[in-house]
């Protein structure tokens, strides 16, 4: 679909690169001749996937360990970043989401993914648009959210708020931005099964089978039409586009919400065992961690 060099030139930055949706955005960015730069909290984690991502494409990836809950490290890893050069694109993928009924919601659990969702979010992408704006760059914003920024969903309503926040920093910004030649779009995919998703937004269910069940097209999403995507709203192929929100879902949000609505069926004794699950495989990550 793309041309073989069509990036060539880039630099681009994925928050959450390290794994799952960032990592392959970030591999098919590397193979069409980007210079790729991806950040995590796991430094570690984000140092193994710029070194397989080069064996497997070649060219340059650089790794960066940064907590984007931390306006004061986004700022230092940006600005070292621009010292060899400016970013052209900016991917906003960083987040984390679990599923609760909200009652049982702490402020520490809501924090949790709001700081990472929306701040963390905006902290990158205001320290990445003003230096742009400063030196006179174009550039392009894309950032991950999801389908129900358009209705809302129960039981991820930290992450609702958040993504939301997102949706209308998008559309605020690409009106304010867009005299520079600064465009932001969002991506708002479906169910495209990964490790952690699969573990802390459904629990002992497999991977899709929900999605498989209700989407009209009778599947989940690919990793590859995600890239596609991804790749073709920076790719200068319609420049036009600005401050929209793309669904890629089959379909789905349309036809059944795109949602948590289905889980109003849980019993108190499911909602403790997806809390005990979550819990324990947090403990495991953190283990793993060290």
């Not at 629990?203 to 990793?223: C, F, I, L």
Request: proline letters at 3%; one cysteine or more.
């Amino acid at each position: 679909m793309f041309s073989e060099n069509l990036l060539v030139g880039r630099r681009i930055l994925v928050t959450g690169g390290g794994t799952g949706l960032g990592k392959s955005m970030a591999s098919r960015f590397l193979e069409l001749g980007a210079e790729v730069h991806i950040c995590g909290r796991r430094k570690a984690v984000c140092d193994e996937t710029a070194t397989e991502l080069m064996d497997l494409h070649g060219g340059r990836v650089t790794s960066h360990g940064v907590d984007i809950r931390n306006p004061l490290a986004v700022d230092e890893m940006i600005e070292t970043i621009f010292r060899e050069g400016p970013l052209t694109d900016l991917i906003n993928n960083a987040a984390g989401n679990f599923i609760s009924r909200t009652e049982d919601l702490t402020p520490r659990g809501f924090d949790a993914v709001a700081n990472i969702v929306m701040h963390g979010t905006f902290y990158v992408t205001h320290a990445v648009g003003r230096r742009w704006i400063a030196t006179r760059q174009p550039g392009n914003v894309v950032s991950i959210t999801v389908t129900w920024v358009r209705n809302g969903s129960p039981y991820v309503v930290p992450s609702a708020m958040s993504k939301s926040a997102i949706h209308a920093m998008t559309m605020s910004l690409a009106t304010e931005w867009g005299r520079h030649g600064i465009r932001l779009n969002t991506i708002a995919p479906g169910e495209i099964p990964t490790e952690g998703m699969s573990k802390r937004i459904k629990p002992g269910d497999e991977a899709g089978a929900r999605t498989k069940a209700m989407n009209p097209m009778g599947r989940v999403g690919k990793m590859e039409e995600l890239q596609n995507l991804a790749v073709f709203l920076i790719s200068g192929g319609c420049d036009w586009i600005n401050g929209e929100t793309i669904a890629m879902d089959g379909a789905q949000a349309l036809a059944m919400g795109g949602n948590f609505y289905q889980l109003r069926d849980w019993s108190d004794a499911e909602w403790i065992q997806a809390r005990e699950s979550i819990k324990a495989q947090n403990e495991k990550d953190r283990a793993a961690r060290g």
